[in-house]
């Protein structure tokens, strides 16, 4: 009998591994990040000789491949060293204190009941079980921004470890912020001083090789030529540099040509899946906003493209003004909205939708 799914598996002509354009996917080389990488590792190389890791603050702009570097660091790690525990986080998935002792008492291996769990018997277990271990944990807290207010006690728990149990400890944290420490309290900002690293945008000339690998490991030989691969290196480039979206335009374009039964990817399918592109990375960014900035962000799109002051900004929102002001740069950095004017001698700028 026909099926339509053996005849799409069979008639693929574009991809050769699909998956390796999945959010999770890690790619086989880290270009253009060496030297991040090997300040990553050397941070984390203590651990082989028995000694206390140090602590990172990993922070930059969307797609400059913070994630994706820190993941391979760990597992080089992990293939180099069986004294590493490398626990990764995404704090949108574990915004708070407990809820990310719960996913480090998992991941150790620990049972932990659904329901009613203090934090301190928590805390006390996962203690003894990384004692008995004897082996060095990594806490990987990946957009770290979301953990607020109290719930930023996480920190100073995992940071203190040492002193306070015996345990050496290494925590990363991963934000789109540079200015996040500026709100964590000085006992924890003390701890992450030393090491603050900063991923910068990809130039061009980085995006082009990245995406040209990421078409090696993905697509068929034939399915794509140089030009399909600058056309999707440059609109990276153009949208903040952001190796994410050069990617993913070259992934839609693939399943453009794919849907039209055509072995080689044109640069008509790269043009047809831009907006596409654009639309669906604001859309994800949106979601996984919290209230506040979704507020703030849709009051502003409203405004249409003459935007709103920050005042009215202020009296919308209700909060004060420094909160408000934390958020707006929150949301300009990640590429959401923009600066129309600075108004009134940079007192009342006026933001706007980026479209
Ligand atoms: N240097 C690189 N080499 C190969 N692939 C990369 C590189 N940098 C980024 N990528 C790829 O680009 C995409 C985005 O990278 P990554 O998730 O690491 O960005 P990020 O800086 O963590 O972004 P965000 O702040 O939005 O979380 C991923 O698919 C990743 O595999
Ligand atoms: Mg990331």
């Given at each position: 009998m026909s099926n339509v ?5 069979e ?9 390796a354009f999945a ?14 990488v090997?300040?990553l590792?050397?941070?984390?190389r203590?651990i ?10 990993v ?8 994630t ?6 760990l597992?080089?790690l ?5 004294r590493?525990?490398?626990?990764y986080?995404?704090?949108w ?12 008492a998992?991941?150790i291996g620990?049972?932990v ?7 301190d018997?928590i805390?006390?277990?996962i203690?003894s079980?990384?004692k ?5 944990p990594?806490?990987?807290l990946d ?26 400890v290494?925590?990363m944290?991963?934000?789109n ?6 709100q ?7 701890s992450f001083?030393?090491s603050f ?7 061009p000339?980085?995006?082009k ?6 078409a090696?490991?993905g697509?068929?030989?034939g399915?794509?030529?140089e030009?399909?691969i ?9 949208n903040g ?6 990617l993913?335009?070259?992934?839609l374009?693939g ?7 055509r ?10 899946v831009?907006?596409r ?17 979704r507020h703030i962000?849709e009051f502003i799109k409203k405004?249409g493209s ?7 900004i202020?009296?919308e929102?209700?909060?004060n003004?420094?909160?408000v ?5 929150k949301?300009?950095?990640m590429?959401?909205?923009e600066?129309a004017s ?11 939708f980026?479209?």
């Amino acid at each position: 009998m026909s099926n339509v799914f053996r005849e799409l598996a069979e008639g693929g002509s574009i991809f050769r591994n699909e998956d390796a354009f999945a959010p999770e996917y890690l790619p086989e080389a880290i270009l253009g990040r060496e030297s991040e990488v090997k300040e990553l590792a050397f941070a984390l190389r203590p651990i082989s000789e028995n000694r206390r890791p140090q602590s990172v603050v990993v922070y930059g702009p969307p797609g400059t491949g913070k994630t994706c570097s820190v993941r391979h660091v760990l597992a080089q790690l992990t293939d180099y060293t069986s004294r590493c525990f490398p626990i990764y986080l995404n704090c949108w998935n574990y915004p708070s204190r407990v809820s990310v002792l719960c996913k480090v008492a998992e991941e150790i291996g620990m049972f932990v009941p659904r329901r009613g769990v203090a934090v301190d018997e928590i805390w006390a277990e996962i203690v003894s079980v990384l004692k008995q271990a004897k082996k060095v944990p990594v806490v990987v807290l990946d957009e770290a921004d979301v953990v607020a207010g109290d719930e930023q006690g996480i920190f100073y728990d995992f940071l203190r470890m040492r002193e306070n149990e015996g345990i050496d400890v290494g925590v990363m944290a991963i934000t789109n912020r540079g200015d996040v420490l500026a709100q964590l309290d000085t006992r924890i900002r003390s701890s992450f001083l030393q090491s603050f690293m900063e991923f910068k945008r990809y130039t061009p000339a980085q995006l082009k090789e990245i995406v040209k690998e990421r078409a090696r490991e993905g697509l068929r030989a034939g399915a794509y030529s140089e030009e399909v691969i600058g056309m999707c290196s440059a609109f990276g480039a153009k949208n903040g540099g952001d190796a994410r979206i050069a990617l993913n335009l070259l992934w839609l374009a693939g399943r453009n040509a794919e849907k039209e039964g055509r072995e080689e990817i044109t640069t008509e399918d790269v043009d047809s899946v831009k907006g596409r592109v654009l639309e669906s990375m604001k859309n994800d960014r949106i979601t996984e906003l919290e209230d506040l900035d979704r507020h703030i962000v849709e009051f502003i799109k409203k405004a249409g493209s003459a935007g709103v002051g920050t005042r009215e900004i202020y009296d919308e929102i209700g909060k004060n003004e420094r909160t408000v002001r934390l958020h707006l740069g929150k949301l300009e950095s990640m590429g959401l909205i923009e600066v129309a004017s600075s108004g009134e001698g940079g007192r009342n700028r006026v933001f706007r939708f980026r479209t």
